[in-house]
């Protein structure tokens, strides 16, 4: 039989089409709850909550945040990194109907002005060492309410003054003044409610969370997300994973604020009855530790993540071999970062590879992923089930044959519901097509091939239009990396008087190598193989490090605006 859907297609265990409950998020962590009463879901510093202890902190929750006036549909503020305390007030807020407001603990001071105005949040929640930003902002926000809380918050009594005693000792003393209302002091709270008082019946539809993102047009935006689309996340990414065991742990590295690390580090392992070993602060150098004293199944993150692996020093001994997915999202990872990072995982007993997949924040995270045995150079995977995926010609309804480059737009059960407050943005991203359905017009370039399988190149505006032919930087990236002794690269364009536009790129050595004269120029010899005449660099800058977004892209943006401050410099 002829399937003329290449998305209808089954890969290996991923069916077509799964079922989606009516119901919460939190729904769906009692019923993982009822099912797995022993299993652990989450463990922080040593300190572990089996199922049964997660609910029941989510319930007394719920009921605090009941007798603090919040009601089903206000928004309530998460500012802080992956603790139990946010997993807790996420699964909280769902339960009684309020919906998350979820914000990076690192944001600047006006950023977390915009994003309490943005969500109209009244309440919100932080860290005692980030309070001052929220202070600072009250008198021009809606925030009456700023519940602080610690890292000791979320041990046990003897673990907590341990921490006190040693890295506690930094952390800062708000002013015996301050007004904020503690943690604990907060959760007694909760002694005024019976359940009935704070249960919310919520249905699929309902919207759950805030997340931000620049969206299409690199403007920050807040996103509306609804149970379904988070649950229906889960589902799929436990399906098209093909990996994901009940008890299984996975390496909660990535952000809650991120919809990478909420929706596929956190929800989706929980709903799969799996541990989420929470990690609130990440570097290279505990990346090692992590892996010797946790061994997971499950690894998520962005290419960062993975280029970390191979910084790594002293793991001649590192274990590898429980590993049963590694997944990279979030940003585009070049095909010699996945060879050389595949190799490693294999050198240290691994038997899988490192997974690709593609998303975007409008549809919580990934929606399309790299089969589990079935990989294509270049390719981000299969559309996940009830996913459709179509190429068009940019800012069109009409697809382009398979193979052509064109706009990915994206149809299924995680789209958001819309930009919040920002009606013209949703209706620009969100667009109803002749077949009826509401297509996300990701502002994203790619194609599909007559499989099905994806190939993402890049943003819409990272082309680089150079005497009028079209280079695409990711394109160069991945040439540039192929050198062995290239750790990673970004490439942008610069002005340039007579073709417009001219690429640049800046290049980070893997840390045996030093930019000498003569790496230089065998650099330079591989691109010229490599890079038509024209897309050529004009310039190659060596550097230690390149900036990085908040969830650890790199900024290209940030190099754009060094070189634009370069140039407008008045020439000697």
Not at 73 to 88: E, F, K, S, Y
Not at 220 to 243: H, S, V, Y
């Amino acid at each position: 039989m002829e399937v003329k859907a290449p998305w209808l297609r089954f890969y290996g265990n991923t069916p077509a089409h799964l079922d989606y409950p009516d119901q919460s998020m939190c729904d769906l962590l009692e019923e993982t709850a009822a099912k797995h009463p022993d299993l652990v879901a989450c463990e922080f510093l040593g300190h572990q909550y089996r199922y049964p202890e997660l609910v029941r902190e989510v319930h007394r929750c719920a009921k605090a945040l009941r007798a603090l006036g919040v009601r089903p549909g206000d928004r309530v503020t998460i500012c802080l990194p992956n603790t139990p305390q946010a997993v807790i007030l996420f699964y909280a807020l769902n339960r009684m109907g309020a919906l998350c407001n979820m914000v990076h603990p690192l944001s600047s001071q006006g950023e977390i002005a915009f994003f309490l105005n943005t969500a109209q949040s009244a309440v919100a929640v932080t860290l005692d060492r980030f309070w001052e930003k929220f202070e600072a902002v009250r008198a021009e926000t809606p925030l009456r309410t700023l519940i602080v809380t610690s890292i000791a918050d979320g041990l046990t009594p003897l673990m907590r003054l341990g921490y006190t005693l040693t890295e506690g000792r930094k952390d800062p003393k708000l002013p015996r003044d301050a007004d904020v209302l503690w943690w604990r002091d907060f959760l007694r709270g909760a002694d005024q409610y019976a359940a009935a008082d704070w249960r919310s019946e919520q249905r699929g539809a309902d919207p759950a969370a805030v997340l931000y993102s620049g969206g299409t047009t690199g403007t920050t935006k807040g996103i509306l997300l609804t149970n379904l689309n988070f649950n229906a996340l889960a589902l799929q990414t436990a399906a098209a994973g093909d990996c994901i065991v009940p008890g299984h742990a996975m390496l909660s590295i990535m952000p809650m604020f991120h919809g990478f690390g909420l929706g596929i580090g956190i929800h989706t392992m929980l709903v799969a009855g799996c541990k989420c070993i929470l990690v609130p602060q990440f570097t290279v150098k505990t990346y090692a530790g992590l892996l010797r004293k946790h061994h997971p199944n499950y690894i998520a993150g962005v290419p960062t993540l993975f280029e970390a692996l191979l910084r790594m020093k002293d793991i001649d001994d590192l274990d590898l071999s429980a590993l049963e997915g590694v997944f990279s999202g979030g940003d585009s990872l070049s095909a010699e970062l996945k060879h050389k990072v595949d190799a490693f995982l294999h050198a240290h007993g691994a038997t899988v590879q490192v997974r690709e997949g593609y998303g975007t924040t409008e549809c919580v995270t990934a929606s399309c992923l790299t089969p589990k045995n079935d990989y294509r150079e270049g390719s981000i995977g299969v559309p996940f089930p009830d996913t459709y995926y179509k190429i068009c010609a940019p800012n069109t309804h009409d697809e382009v044959p398979y193979g052509d480059l064109g706009e990915i737009c994206i149809s299924g059960p995680s789209v958001m519901r819309e930009y919040v407050g920002n009606e013209k943005e949703t209706a620009q991203t969100l667009q109803l097509h002749a077949d009826g359905r509401i297509w996300l017009h990701t502002g994203d370039l790619g194609s599909m091939d007559e499989d099905g399988f994806i190939y993402f190149k890049q943003r819409l505006k990272r082309v680089i239009i150079s005497s009028g032919y079209n280079i695409y930087p990711s394109q160069l990236e991945n040439i540039i990396d192929a050198h062995p002794a290239v750790l990673m690269s970004t490439v942008i364009g610069v002005h340039d008087d007579y073709r417009m536009q001219k690429p640049k790129a800046f290049v980070v050595l893997r840390p045996e190598y030093q930019p000498t004269d003569e790496l230089k120029n065998s650099i330079l010899e591989h691109c010229r193989r490599n890079i038509a005449k024209y897309a050529m660099p004009c310039e190659f800058e060596y550097r230690d490090s390149l900036p990085k977004t908040l969830v650890g892209k790199v900024a290209y943006t940030v190099l754009e605006k060094e070189e634009a401050a370069r140039a407008a410099q008045p020439k000697n």
